[in-house]
C-alpha cells in the first residue's frame, strides 16, 4: 500500500515528494522508470479489483477482432457465391430434390442410396427433359456439386452465429453492434430459405412447356442479391471497425466525390444483380459477339414480348443487351470517378483504392467479353462472376476510405 502511495505521488510530480525522491537517489533514468512503470500499474491495479464477471467494454482490440471476425465472414460469402455460379453452370442446383438442415447434411454412401437418390431425380423434369440418358456416376458429380454448395451455406451460417454467441456473453458488442449482427444472422436464415425457394421453382412441371428446366430468374436474381447485401454488409462493417476515417475536411468537392462513390458502388451492385437475369435466362448464348449483337447495334427481337416491360427480365436478347449497357456504364462511371480524383489531394490509401477499382473494372469488362465470345465456357464465367465480387468489394473499400469521421 506504501508502495502504491508513493508510486501515485510520483506520478503526479508532487513537489515534497520529489525533493525527498531527489535526497535519495539522484539516477534520473531510474526515477523516470518508476514515473513509467506507475502510469501503467495503476490501470492494471484498477482492473484487478473489477469483478470477474463483469462484461468487457468494446474497445480498440475487441473492434480489430470483430473487423477480421466479419472480414473473415464476407470471404466466406464470396465463397458461396462462387461455388452457387459453378453449381449453376454446370447445371447441378436441381440435383438434389429435397430440403433438410441436418439430414442431408450426410450424403449417400451405399450404392442402394444412391440409387435411391437417383429415383427421386428421376421423378423431376430435369431428368425427364434433359438428362433422361443419364448415367449414375454422371448423377454423382451433380449430386455433389450442389451438396458441397449446400454444405458451405451452413458453414457460413456457422461462422456468423456461433461467434455472434460468444461474442455477446463477452461483451465485445455495444448496441449498434448487436443490431448489426442480429440482422446479419436473421440474413444468413434467409438467404438459405431464399435457395430453397429458387430450387422449388426449377422443380415443378410444366406441362405447357418443352423448354430446358431451369430455376426462376427472378428467384435466382433475389438469391443472388441477398447474398450480395450479406456480402457487403459483413464487409463494410468488418472495414469500418478495422480502418480508421480520415480527418479530411468536408469541402465541396469531397462531398461530391463521396456521392459519385456511392453512386457509381450502387451501380456496380446493379450490373452484378443483372447477371443473375442474364445466367438465369442463358442469355449469354444468344449473341456472342462484340460490340454490336449479330450485325445489328440494337436487335430486332429487342421488344418482342409483350407487354413491354417483361422483356426486361423475362426476354433473353433484353437481358443481355440490358447487362451490356450497365456494364459499359459502370466501366465509364469509375473511369469518370478516377479522373475526377486525379488533382484532389487524398490520402495515399484512398487513392490506391480508386486505382485498384480502375484497374479491376476494365478487367472485369475483358472477362464478360471473353467469356461472351467464347460462348460461356465454365472456367471464364466462374472467374467473370468472381470479378464482380471483387469489383463490389473494391466499390465498398472506396466508400470506406472517403466515410466521414464519426462525431
Not at 19 to 48: C, D, T
Not at 188 to 210: A, D, I, N, R, T
Not at 310 to 338: C, W
Request: aromatic share 12%.
Amino acid at each position: 500500500m506504501l508502495l502504491h502511495s508513493l508510486r501515485m505521488l510520483v506520478a503526479c510530480g508532487c513537489p515534497n515528494v520529489g525533493r525527498g525522491f531527489q535526497k535519495y537517489s539522484r539516477n534520473l533514468p531510474m526515477r523516470q522508470w518508476l514515473v513509467k512503470r506507475s502510469q501503467h500499474s495503476i490501470p492494471a491495479e484498477i482492473g484487478a479489483n473489477t469483478a470477474p464477471g463483469a462484461a468487457q467494454v468494446p474497445n480498440a482490440a475487441t473492434n480489430r477482432i470483430l473487423g477480421q471476425w466479419l472480414l473473415g465472414c464476407s470471404g466466406l460469402v464470396v465463397g458461396a457465391v462462387v461455388l452457387g455460379g459453378v453449381t449453376r453452370l454446370t447445371e447441378s442446383g436441381l440435383s438434389m430434390v429435397d430440403w433438410h438442415l441436418v439430414r442431408e447434411m450426410k450424403p449417400p454412401h451405399s450404392q442402394a442410396e444412391w440409387e435411391a437418390e437417383f429415383t427421386k431425380y428421376q421423378q423431376f423434369p430435369e431428368f425427364k427433359i434433359m438428362n433422361h440418358d443419364m448415367t449414375l456416376p454422371e448423377f454423382k458429380f451433380i449430386f455433389y456439386m450442389e451438396w458441397g454448395h449446400r454444405m458451405w451455406g451452413r458453414l457460413v451460417g456457422l461462422a456468423y452465429v456461433l461467434p455472434t454467441i460468444y461474442f455477446w456473453k463477452k461483451g465485445y458488442f455495444n448496441k449498434s453492434m448487436k443490431g448489426r449482427t442480429l440482422g446479419l444472422c436473421g440474413f444468413v436464415f434467409f438467404q438459405g430459405l431464399l435457395g430453397w425457394y429458387m430450387v422449388k421453382s426449377g422443380l415443378q412441371e410444366k406441362p405447357e412447356s418443352y423448354d430446358v428446366p431451369r430455376v426462376s430468374q427472378y428467384r435466382l436474381s433475389a438469391h443472388l442479391g441477398s447474398a450480395l447485401v450479406l456480402y457487403c454488409a459483413s464487409l463494410w462493417t468488418g472495414l469500418t471497425l478495422l480502418v480508421e476515417p480520415h480527418k479530411l475536411a468536408n469541402t465541396k468537392h469531397l462531398n461530391q466525390l463521396r456521392w459519385f462513390a456511392k453512386g457509381t458502388a450502387g451501380l456496380v451492385f446493379l450490373t452484378a444483380l443483372s447477371g443473375a437475369f442474364v445466367a438465369g435466362l442463358d442469355a449469354g448464348l444468344v449473341y456472342n459477339s462484340f460490340p454490336m449483337m449479330g450485325d445489328r447495334w440494337i436487335p430486332d427481337d429487342l421488344l418482342a414480348f409483350s407487354p413491354k416491360f417483361k422483356n426486361l427480365f423475362e426476354n433473353p436478347t433484353t437481358v443481355q443487351f440490358d447487362h451490356r449497357v450497365l456494364a459499359i456504364s459502370t466501366l465509364m462511371a469509375i473511369t469518370g470517378l478516377y479522373m475526377f480524383t486525379r488533382r484532389m489531394m487524398l490520402p495515399r490509401r484512398a487513392k490506391m483504392a480508386i486505382s485498384c477499382l480502375t484497374a479491376m473494372a476494365y478487367t472485369q469488362v475483358v472477362l464478360g467479353i471473353s467469356t461472351l465470345l467464347l460462348y460461356v465456357p465454365t472456367p471464364l464465367a466462374a472467374t467473370h462472376q468472381a470479378g464482380s465480387v471483387a469489383l463490389l468489394s473494391l466499390a465498398i473499400w472506396v466508400l470506406a476510405e472517403l466515410r466521414k469521421v464519426a462525431k
